[in-house]
């Protein structure tokens, strides 16, 4: 084959989202939106691209996404290093502080969008993947954490997951961090032996990392570490309790999951992860936590902040094949056309229905006219409810023929072109603001 008919496909772990699961993925989000604007959050969109060190510094250096998982290059032009955004709070943080964005109070709010990982792509874990994430900024207090708990766990439950397990930690300050540090390299070091080769490396400078270990092999030496919850001091520790106090008196069971330290160094007190059992390893469906440091990190004013993130692409995995999943939609009606010199006046009349909130799928073909037959099984194959028949006598009376195509018992009717706006609404499925 020549170079010139070779066929390009997708990079792998990019996927296309074609017309079926791309109606899945707008109707999630905007299920989602909608949640968001009954907690007054508001929306951002922030660029994929970032300068590469908003990354390194933002989620730490010793960290999966940070030594592995970026697709980082150079601007052809100034040679600037660059990286397509692995997640979004670094970027929804840098924007913060480059416009100053809470000068007036703290700040409530919501992206979705893709995210970029060099992982190796399997079910539920891909190259590019859509996040949908909150962040509330300039919040100490644990009301907000749990704010933002309630949040998503309110979105899962009227999404139609009831099966998810919430799992929560506290990673508590920076100096009760430091302390536990010690404690944890002095206990790895006892049992290097234990350790895979990655978390040799990381003993020393990230021990905490170690702890987010998926080698099943670690899983004993892991679990029998120091916890940093027994550092942690009365302020982190009266967050904590405030946090699960709240979640308490509105429901939402949890439990306290020890090894639980995710996977980026911005985390402080807080963090918690929705999972399933349903997805193997892919299980966590939403993950996120306080990160009080981030804004310093970046060279902004202290600021404190939490927020969380949820993988669309495992959450569809979960719905798909429940009855929550919207179907495909069908039009309301197909316009058959059996004189193809007719179709401006059709398309006029199309246009008038559409403008009353009709979904009409017209009639097209490149090889001239089909037949009525034919037209009438494409009309079928579309799922409509109804065919609109523009035929020669009854357009010459200004009149189109509208046929039940899903009740033979229900006859052909014949309805005015002219008068449009008295017989749509009886076509349509759904409301007009649809
Ligand atoms: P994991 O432990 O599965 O690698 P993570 O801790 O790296 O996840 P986060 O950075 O917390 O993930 O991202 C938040 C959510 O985004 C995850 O819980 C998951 O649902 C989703 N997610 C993360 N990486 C991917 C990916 N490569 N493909 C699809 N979804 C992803
Ligand atoms: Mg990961």
């Known amino acids: 084959m ?10 792998k772990g990019m996927n296309d989202l074609l017309p079926g699961r791309s109606h899945r993925v707008e109707w999630l989000e905007s299920r989602a939106r909608e949640l968001f604007a009954r907690y007054a959050y508001r929306n ?10 908003l990354f390194v510094r933002g989620l730490g250096e010793v960290t999966d996404v940070v030594e592995k998982e970026m697709y980082s290059f150079e601007d052809r032009l100034n040679g600037d290093p660059l990286t397509l955004r692995p997640e979004a709070t670094a970027g929804v943080v840098r924007a913060a502080i480059e416009h100053n964005l809470l000068y007036d109070g703290g700040k409530r709010l919501y992206y979705m969008g893709p995210m970029f990982r060099h992982e190796r792509p399997q079910k539920g874990r891909y190259r590019q993947f859509d996040q949908i994430g909150a962040e509330a900024m300039g919040f100490a207090g644990p009301e907000v954490d749990a704010e933002l708990i309630v949040m998503a766990a309110q979105l899962l439950h009227e999404l139609g997951l009831r099966d998810l397990r919430l799992e929560l930690n506290s990673l508590g300050i920076s100096s009760e961090r430091s302390a536990h540090r010690m404690a944890l390299i002095a206990y790895f070091e006892r049992h290097l032996a234990l350790l895979d080769a990655d978390a040799r490396r990381r003993l020393h400078s ?11 092999a670690m899983r004993a030496v892991i679990d029998n570490a120091p916890r940093l919850f027994d550092f942690l001091g009365p302020e982190s520790r009266t967050h904590f309790d405030r946090v699960l106090a709240i979640l308490d008196a509105n429901g939402i069971a949890c439990t306290i999951q020890h090894r639980l330290v995710r996977g980026l160094d911005y985390y402080t007190k807080t963090v918690f992860e929705f999972i399933t059992d349903q997805l193997g390893a892919q299980g966590t469906v939403c993950a996120g936590g306080r990160y009080d440091g981030l804004f310093a990190q970046l060279g902004g004013k202290p600021t404190p902040a939490v927020g969380w993130a949820m993988g669309m692409d495992r959450v569809l995995d979960l719905l798909d094949d429940t009855e929550h999943m919207p179907d495909t939609p069908v039009p309301d009606a197909y316009a058959i056309v059996a004189e193809p010199a007719t179709y401006p006046e059709v398309l006029r009349v199309l246009q008038e229905l559409r403008r009353h909130g009709v979904c009409v ?74």
Not at 44 to 53: A, G, L, N, Q, W
Not at 364 to 370: L, Q
């Open 206 to 216: 990230n021990p905490l990392r170690v702890l987010d270990s998926k080698n099943p």
């Open 44 to 53: 951002i969109r922030t660029p994929i691209v970032e300068t590469t060190p």
């Open 361 to 434: 799928q017209m009639h097209a073909d490149t090889a001239g006219a089909s037949s009525l037959k034919s037209q009438f099984k494409r009309a079928d194959a579309s799922g409509a409810t109804y065919a609109l028949v523009f035929a020669q006598d009854e357009m010459a009376h200004r009149q189109v023929a509208i046929k039940h195509l899903r009740d033979a018992s229900i006859g052909q009717i014949l309805r005015p072109v002219d008068d449009i706006a008295n017989w749509a609404p009886t076509l349509q499925s759904r409301p007009l603001s649809h």
């Open 2 to 11: 020549s170079e010139g008919s070779q066929r390009i496909v997708a990079v």
